[in-house]
């Protein structure tokens, strides 16, 4: 019994990898925004594809288009720093971004692009289907939560939609241009750290208070 459900659960790795190999593989040729005309590199997602939590970006920046890779510049390197120090393992991580093309200039996604790459980002989160996801930032908080998402407002709050557990934040590029922000995403990182470890078994539930009687 053991023996099948692990092939089972193999099995269903591979069919995931396939599937997101193959879209990976697509959208290197995509033209369903003006994007695919300046970027130099699609930027697809990196990182575990039975995740339990994903992190959601805007769009690759020079970096991440130079090098095809999501979050590798100094957004990246502090997003590193980030998942270090809420002790959050990287073999349990994926993460992307809304748009998979760089905007030039780095400009913000404008909203055809956005909506030209909408289908891609389901499709990751479908097949990934993390717990727990961390909208990196207003637009992925906007396209994720909802459209009228304001992110001084929002973070730090959960979001339940389905089976999702959604924890909206500063993005780390607005961390790295205001220091005030890393209290407040440091305080939104240690909740994501307690869920995770609640979902993982490491936390005890919580026994007190005990739940009303009906
Ligand atoms: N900023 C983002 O939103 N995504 C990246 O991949 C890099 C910087």
Same mark, same amino acid.
């Given at each position: 019994m053991r023996a099948e459900i692990y092939n089972k659960k193999k099995k269903k790795k591979v069919v995931m990898k396939m599937v997101l190999a193959e879209l990976e593989q697509k959208l290197q040729h995509c033209d369903s925004c003006p994007l695919g005309t300046t970027r130099k590199h699609m930027v697809f997602g990196k990182g575990s594809l039975s995740a339990t939590i994903m992190f959601i970006g805007e769009g690759p920046g020079a970096d991440e288009d130079a090098q095809g890779i999501p979050f590798v510049g100094r957004a990246g390197q502090l997003l590193d720093k980030i998942v270090a120090a809420a002790e959050l393992p990287w073999d349990d991580i994926y993460v992307c971004n809304v748009v998979k093309c760089r905007p030039p200039g780095n400009r913000l996604p404008l909203p055809n692009e956005v909506e030209a790459c909408k289908p891609f980002l389901r499709e990751q989160v479908r097949v990934i289907h993390p717990k727990?996801?961390?909208?990196?930032?207003?637009?992925?908080?906007?396209?994720?939560? $909802?459209?009228?998402?304001?992110?001084?407002? %929002?973070?730090?709050?959960?979001?339940? #939609?389905? $089976?999702?557990?959604?924890?909206?934040?500063?993005?780390?590029?607005?961390?790295?241009? %205001?220091? $005030? #922000? #890393?209290?407040?995403?440091?305080? %939104?990182?240690?909740?994501?750290? %307690?869920?995770?470890?609640?979902? #993982?078994?490491?936390?005890?539930?919580?026994?007190?208070?005990?739940?009303?009687?009906?």
């Open positions: 727990i996801i961390v909208c990196l930032g207003a637009l992925a908080t906007q396209v994720l939560v $909802s459209p009228n998402a304001r992110i001084t407002r %929002d973070r730090g709050q959960w979001v339940t #939609k389905g $089976s999702f557990r959604i924890m909206p934040t500063f993005h780390p590029a607005a961390l790295l241009r %205001d220091e $005030s #922000k #890393k209290r407040p995403v440091w305080e %939104d990182m240690q909740q994501v750290r %307690d869920e995770y470890r609640r979902i #993982k078994g490491l936390l005890p539930k919580q026994t007190w208070p005990p739940p009303e009687e009906e």
